[in-house]
């Protein structure tokens, strides 16, 4: 089967779009956030939640909303049923194996994924490189202060509140979502120092914004994938996917709310914001932290 593509990245670091948009290409197959290899085995993924709106809920619908489209060609409420039985077929098997039979399903295309929550840990990335060993991995990475404004205006930082990433001042405490940019590519490097260099790639998501072509062929071309001009035009057009909007009733998420409510692409250059200067979720008039500002640096920006 042909080895899957992972991207590797914070949430809010253009992670859907561009997930999307690989998955355009005529040799691929874009799934939503599977969330699998978040835990052992998939009836965990069952386990913690009874609130069909809970969080924890959430992060199975993109496996119900694959699952619906690659076995029953369709999205709709009875086919998003259907892969709720074919999970419960699944539900003692290992995430791993699942993830296997579905990448399986697919081929020859390549499956291209992207679930930020498994930078978590680096155990959750271990998971992925032992059901595929030759998986490719794409590290999207994008500037700290633009990816921590992202993070803070969605649910008022609920991602970054989610791995702790909490500053204790004097008298109070504070997200500072700056802590799980840092902790989260920190992960995924140490993950990295484990693969092949020729099974990574590591892109800015602001050069693929104003020259998406010319970086998109060139990972087209690191994953053996066609880089002609139709190719890549299909790539321009990430609203073509059929996980581009939201889903039935019982499956209406599976990836980002923001991407699913407008996920046409339009190329832009992208302002760097300044790394020196206080940042604006925090009204201390603080800056990015010394650690931050380095491994900023270290992926480019100045």
């Known amino acids: 089967m042909a080895a899957p593509l992972f991207l590797l990245a914070p949430p809010r670091s253009y992670t859907s779009l561009i997930n999307a948009m690989l998955g355009q290409h005529p040799q691929a197959f874009g799934l939503p956030e599977l969330c699998l290899f978040n835990v052992p085995l ?15 809920a959430k992060t199975r619908q993109g496996i119900l909303r694959a699952v619906a489209e690659i076995y029953g060609g369709e999205q709709t409420a009875a086919t998003v049923k259907m892969a709720q039985h074919w999970c419960a077929a699944r539900q003692e098997l290992s995430t791993g194996l699942v993830y ?4 399986e399903r697919l081929h020859p295309l390549v499956a291209v994924e992207k679930s930020p929550s498994y930078t978590i840990s680096l155990e959750r990335m271990q998971a992925i490189r032992a059901a595929f060993p030759d998986a490719r991995y794409l590290h999207l990475i994008r500037h700290p202060v633009g990816q921590c404004k992202s993070v803070m205006a969605l649910n008022e930082g609920a991602f970054a509140l989610y791995v702790n990433a909490i500053e204790f001042l004097e008298d109070r405490a504070i997200i500072e979502p700056q802590i799980a940019w840092h902790d989260l590519n920190i992960n995924i490097l140490n993950f990295l120092a484990e693969v092949p260099p020729e099974l990574q790639m590591r892109v800015r998501g602001e050069d693929i914004m104003e020259n998406p072509r010319e970086h998109l062929a060139a990972i087209c071309r690191w994953a053996g994938l066609r880089d002609d001009d139709e190719a890549v035009e299909d790539m321009m057009h990430p609203e073509r996917s059929p996980f581009a909007c939201f889903g039935p009733i019982n499956a209406l998420f599976g990836n980002d709310p923001n991407f ?3 996920p046409t692409f339009r190329p832009h ?18 800056g990015l932290k010394p650690e931050v500002l380095a491994l900023a640096h270290e992926f480019g920006y100045q």
């Open 100 to 103: 296997q039979e579905i990448v």
């Open 42 to 56: 998939l009836k965990d993924l069952w386990i913690r939640a009874s609130d069909e709106m809970s969080n924890e």
């Open 269 to 286: 250059k992208v302002k760097f914001p300044s790394l020196t200067k206080p940042v604006p979720w925090r009204d201390d008039n603080q």
């Open 260 to 262: 699913l409510s407008g």
